[in-house]
C-alpha cells in the first residue's frame, strides 16, 4: 500500500504560478511511475502530467505544455507540478497518482494504483 499527500494548492492571480507537492509513503519511491491529474466542477477528471520511474522521463497534457513542469526527487519521495502561467481554466481539484506496474506514467486514470486526497488550485481573473 502506498499513500499520497498533495499539497501547495491555494488562490493565485491569473498569470501567476503555484508549486504542488505529493509526498509519499514507503521505501520504493523509485518503483513507481507518478502523475497528476485535476477535475474541475462539473467536469470529468483529466490528465494533467506523468513522469517515468528512476529517471523523470516527464510527457504532458497539450493544455499544459510550455507553463507546467513535472519533476521527482526519489530520495524525498516527492513529485512537483510547478505551475507557471496559470489561467482560470486550470483552477481545479489536482490530484497525484501512483502506477507500480508500468515504468512510463499512462494518461489513463485506470492506469493508476493509488490516489491522494486532492489539493485545491483556484486562479482568479
Known amino acids: 500500500q502506498v499513500q499520497l499527500v498533495e499539497s501547495g494548492g491555494g488562490l493565485v492571480q491569473a498569470g501567476g504560478s503555484l508549486r504542488l507537492s505529493c509526498v509519499a509513503s514507503g521505501r520504493t519511491f523509485s518503483s513507481y511511475a507518478m502523475g497528476w491529474f485535476r477535475q474541475a466542477p462539473g467536469k470529468e477528471r483529466e490528465f494533467v502530467a506523468a513522469i517515468s520511474r528512476s529517471d523523470g522521463i516527464s510527457y504532458y497534457a497539450d493544455s499544459v505544455k510550455g507553463r507546467f513542469t513535472i519533476s521527482r526527487d526519489n530520495a524525498k519521495n516527492t513529485v512537483t507540478l510547478q505551475m507557471n502561467s496559470l489561467k482560470p481554466e486550470d483552477a481545479a481539484v489536482y490530484y497525484c497518482?501512483?502506477?507500480?506496474?508500468?515504468?512510463?506514467?499512462?494518461?489513463?486514470?485506470?492506469?493508476?494504483?493509488?490516489w491522494g486526497q486532492g489539493t485545491q488550485v483556484t486562479v482568479s481573473s
Open positions: 497518482a501512483a502506477d507500480h506496474r508500468q515504468y512510463y506514467g499512462s494518461r489513463y486514470e485506470a492506469d493508476y494504483d493509488y
